[in-house]
């Protein structure tokens, strides 16, 4: 057995090597709404420029009317003062990050502050692109990975051991063994996927798996 987990963890640790790097463009939606987030800052080097190219990349193309006419209003708002400069930015950033949330299916509840704690792994992601290398990023996911299927698997075969001694001591190993198999499922589920698009839409396709 102890031959198979390792088998197991070695597997899935490989196949998120693989994909990792292809799979950074949906961690970018966990930042895309920050004032220091890639969206933003891209905004504010577009209107210091006059040149609103660099941002359309942000939105689907059913949206690029929008965010030209947006970026126009601002540019003509922004040249009556320094209060009309801030107040017509913001509106600029707001409605670029609405509508790459709207084209991520994703709801908008705002812009956050600068320093948001993001978390290690979309830090991790973007020191990765900034780096040009994705080893430290590959060694952060994989050994949190392994450490998640290794605690799960110990679990349930502890849980397993007094499997048959009760009907509750069974249903204790049912749920551990549920939530072992269900975690494995989504790591490799995630690590094997085709589509590549970033948004809440695959990760609520890979959620589900089989049923047990």
């Known amino acids: 057995m ?47 420029k006059g040149e609103v190219a660099p941002v359309l990349k942000w939105v689907k193309p059913e949206h690029e009317g929008e965010i030209r006419s947006a970026f126009k ?43 948001t704690d993001l978390g290690p792994a979309v830090s991790g992601a973007d020191k990765a692109l900034e780096n040009g290398s994705v080893d430290d990023l590959v060694k952060l996911v994989t050994d949190e990975v392994a450490k998640g299927i290794r605690e799960r698997f110990a679990h349930t075969m502890e849980k397993k051991k007094d499997a048959e001694k009760s009907v509750e001591a069974g249903r204790k190993y049912v749920d551990s063994y549920v939530t ?19 948004g809440g839409a695959e990760g ?9």
């Open 73 to 115: 209003k601002t540019l003509d708002v922004r040249s009556k003062g320094s209060e009309a400069k801030e107040f017509a930015d913001m509106y600029f950033f707001e409605t670029l990050v609405r509508l790459h949330r709207a084209g991520e299916e994703a709801p908008y509840d705002g812009i956050k502050p600068a320093g």
């Open 2 to 48: 102890g031959v198979k987990i390792t088998v197991l963890v070695t597997a899935v640790v490989a196949l998120l090597c693989v994909s990792i790097f292809c799979l950074l463009p949906r961690m970018v939606k966990a930042h895309c709404d920050t004032l220091d987030g890639p969206v933003i800052m891209e905004a504010k080097k577009a209107l210091e």
């Open 204 to 212: 609520a396709k890979t959620e589900g798996g089989h049923k047990h």
């Open 180 to 198: 072992y198999v269900h975690y494995v499922e989504r790591l490799y589920n995630d690590a094997t996927a085709k589509a590549l698009t970033h």
